[in-house]
């Protein structure tokens, strides 16, 4: 079965992924640590920013 979201818990991420134009289409709290989750849709442009943003965390 192929994945059709992402959930994002990082704030840094989010704003990464908004710099790149890449923006939400859901939010909500977590029920436990009330923390954000940003939901995107699973497309080739946000699988290309994962790549690179893990690209960038190995540096």
Same mark, same amino acid.
């Given at each position: 079965?192929?994945?059709?979201?992402? #959930?994002?818990?990082? %704030?840094?991420? /989010?704003? !990464?992924?908004? &710099? #790149?134009?890449?923006? %939400?289409?859901? /939010?909500? !709290?977590?029920? &436990?640590?009330?923390?954000?989750?940003?939901?995107?849709?699973?497309?080739?442009?946000?699988?290309?920013?994962?790549?690179?943003?893990?690209?960038?965390?190995?540096?």
């Amino acid at each position: 079965m192929e994945k059709k979201f992402y #959930n994002c818990y990082s %704030p840094k991420m /989010m704003m !990464f992924f908004a &710099e #790149n134009e890449i923006l %939400p289409i859901d /939010m909500f !709290f977590h029920d &436990e640590t009330n923390k954000r989750i940003w939901v995107y849709k699973l497309d080739d442009k946000l699988s290309n920013l994962l790549r690179k943003w893990t690209a960038m965390k190995n540096v």
